[in-house]
Nanobody, 127 residues
Framework: QVQLVESGGGSVQSGGSLRLSCASS????????MGWFRQAPGKQREGVAT???????KYADSVKGRFTISRDNAKNTLYLQMNSLKPEDTGMYYC?????????????????????WGQGTQVTVSS
């Protein structure tokens, strides 16, 4: 049973920074794709950033240049460094993972392409 446990959320003022972490366990193969998604109240869950186990990243346009996704495969941990935070970044942030092999090596930002999900960590940015 795959477990994904997020940490690092909190409340910050606009322009501040936070670093999210996601520890994974229980998967016997390789989690080729991992990613961060977020959901604001009353809105659909959306992709923020994804990373392939070989390092290829993909970002939503709204966070490019401000957020950085990374992963430590030896520690089975995913990270999201969030800088220059804005009020519109507020939401529940979810870690996601999937073991499907992708020939392109690029992990999509779509919710439906990820089979494993964490419980989420809240990020609140005040103006």
């Amino acid at each position: 049973q795959v477990q994904l446990v997020e940490s690092g959320g909190g409340s910050v003022q606009s322009g501040g920074s936070l670093r999210l972490s996601c520890a994974s366990s229980g998967y016997s193969g390789s989690l080729y794709c991992m990613g961060w998604f977020r959901q604001a109240p009353g809105k659909q869950r959306e992709g923020v950033a994804t990373i392939h186990m070989y390092g290829t990243t993909k970002y939503a346009d709204s966070v490019k240049g401000r957020f950085t996704i990374s992963r430590d495969n030896a520690k089975n941990t995913l990270y999201l460094q969030m800088n220059s935070l804005k009020p519109e970044d507020t939401g529940m942030y979810y870690c996601a993972a999937d073991g499907a092999y992708l020939p392109t090596g690029i992990c999509p930002l779509s919710v439906g392409d990820f089979g494993y999900w964490g419980q989420g960590t809240q990020v609140t940015v005040s103006s």
